[in-house]
């Protein structure tokens, strides 16, 4: 089974590539004590800054502009970025929301280019706390995130209809829950890797179950599949399929009618067999009965009349 969901979907951006931190190239240091607004001020790496300073720090609100178009708006402190500001980067990306020394750091919400947008909490530029994410496709999680990664509690939904509520780890569906598919098929139970795993139930619609042990995706080891008209098969399964004899009879479908047909006609031929051998065994004692009458009617046979 795939599932879309297992990706990491922060962007490709160097967190280190638009440190706020830079050396100021020109203009006069004024008095520490206050904030003041300046003009537009060149730093060493070609960036532009125009905002409140205090001292000889950034400290305040602000823009900070890169020379390969990347921007920062929003508030400073001693620096650093600090507080709430939106950063664009060159190829369109915008994230949103708090900051803590240069890292987005609080609740904030990521956009990128594409459409998918991630809306939750952030520790140190990564992902981290609750959250929801949404795709152009109409795709959206749900859940708990763990350094940037989908880990803990969490629900997926497909634009088809199909959902999955419950534990992700790195990313992927692993550990336990409930998988709904759109063609009204279930399964619970315990995962790993995005895969049945485990001990779980499946059901489906038409009413067939499934209770028992999978391995990645297949009915393997002791299980137990009933049809809706009672009947079941209880024993082992192999990659899939029933291995062994099992307990239990299944009464539902062809191979059962097949088989039934195929018992009927043995008792037939059975029933046949045994009243030939009956009744061969009868006009055999009939003659054998004639024989010794006629030998005895011979001269000087034993019998007169």
Same mark, same amino acid.
């Given at each position: ?53 205090? *001292? ?141 795993? *485990? ?107």
């Amino acid at each position: 089974m795939s599932f879309p969901c297992c990706e990491d979907d922060q962007g490709d951006h160097d967190p280190n590539a638009y440190r706020l931190t830079e050396v100021v190239l020109v203009g006069p240091a004024p008095a520490p004590e206050e904030r003041e607004s300046r003009p537009e001020v060149l730093l060493r790496n070609g960036s532009r800054y125009t905002g409140q300073w205090k *001292g000889n720090f950034r400290d305040g609100s602000g823009s900070l502009v890169w020379p390969d178009g990347a921007s920062y708006v929003g508030e400073f402190l001693e620096d650093v970025a600090e507080g709430y500001g939106k950063f664009i980067q060159p190829e369109g990306d915008v994230y949103e929301g708090h900051w803590r020394a240069d890292k987005a750091h609080g609740k904030g919400k990521y956009t990128q280019v594409d459409g998918a947008v991630f809306e939750g909490e952030w520790v140190a530029d990564q992902q981290h706390g609750l959250g929801q994410e949404t795709w152009p496709d109409g795709s959206t999680y749900v859940g708990e995130y763990l350094e940037g990664k989908k880990t803990g509690k969490g629900t997926f939904s497909w634009p088809g209809g199909s959902k999955y509520s419950g534990t992700f780890k790195d990313n992927e569906i692993d550990g336990e829950g409930t998988y709904d598919w759109s063609d009204g098929r279930r399964y619970h139970g315990q995962w790993s890797r995005c895969k049945m795993h *485990g001990i779980g139930t499946c059901v489906w619609p038409d009413g067939r179950s499934y209770e028992g042990r999978y391995h990645y995706d297949k009915k393997h080891g002791y299980g137990v599949f009933r049809w809706p008209d009672g009947s079941r098969f209880t024993g082992e399964w192999q990659d899939g399929k029933q291995h062994g004899a099992g307990g239990g009879l299944r009464t539902h479908g062809p191979h059962f009618a097949d088989l039934l047909r195929l018992s009927n006609c043995v008792a037939h031929v059975s029933f046949l067999a045994t009243l030939g051998a009956i009744m061969f065994v009868m006009v055999a004692m009939f003659w054998l009965l004639i024989l010794i009458v006629t030998v005895l009617k011979e001269p000087g046979g034993l019998i007169s009349f």
